[in-house]
């Protein structure tokens, strides 16, 4: 008798259980929030050739042009200021993809 009440006693209940959880849970989202926020920006031009037809020729902006110009936001006025992709932010057609995609035309000094 003294052994399954000590093993009720151990037991822990499920609110306790659930609360530790959720503890637990919630370092696990943090820790994963702070090494996304830790993340550099990696600038690789190349990855933004699906935004190149878009910008030079017009036509239809595919999502991966525009997931490409989020990722790399930070890297846009280097590209600008580059002989040999500033062709591509300068284009007339860029405004447009820029609208398309939501996001604002980089201002760069």
Do not use: D, H, W
């Not at 530790?20 to 190349?46: D, R, Y």
């Not at 190149?52 to 006025?77: D, E, I, S, T």
């Amino acid at each position: 008798m003294q052994a399954q009440a000590l093993s009720s006693m151990m037991k822990p209940s499920p609110v306790y259980a659930a609360a530790v959880l959720l503890v637990a849970l919630g370092v696990v989202v943090a820790g994963v929030a702070v090494v996304e926020a830790a993340a550099p920006v990696v600038c690789n031009p190349t990855l933004l050739t699906p935004c190149a037809g878009p910008a030079l020729f017009g036509g239809p902006v595919p999502a991966a042009c525009c997931a490409q110009l989020r990722a790399q936001a930070g890297c846009l006025c280097a590209y600008a200021r580059s002989p040999n992709y500033g062709s591509y932010i300068r284009s007339p057609n860029a405004r447009r993809l820029f609208a398309v995609c939501r996001l604002p035309m980089p201002r760069c000094p």
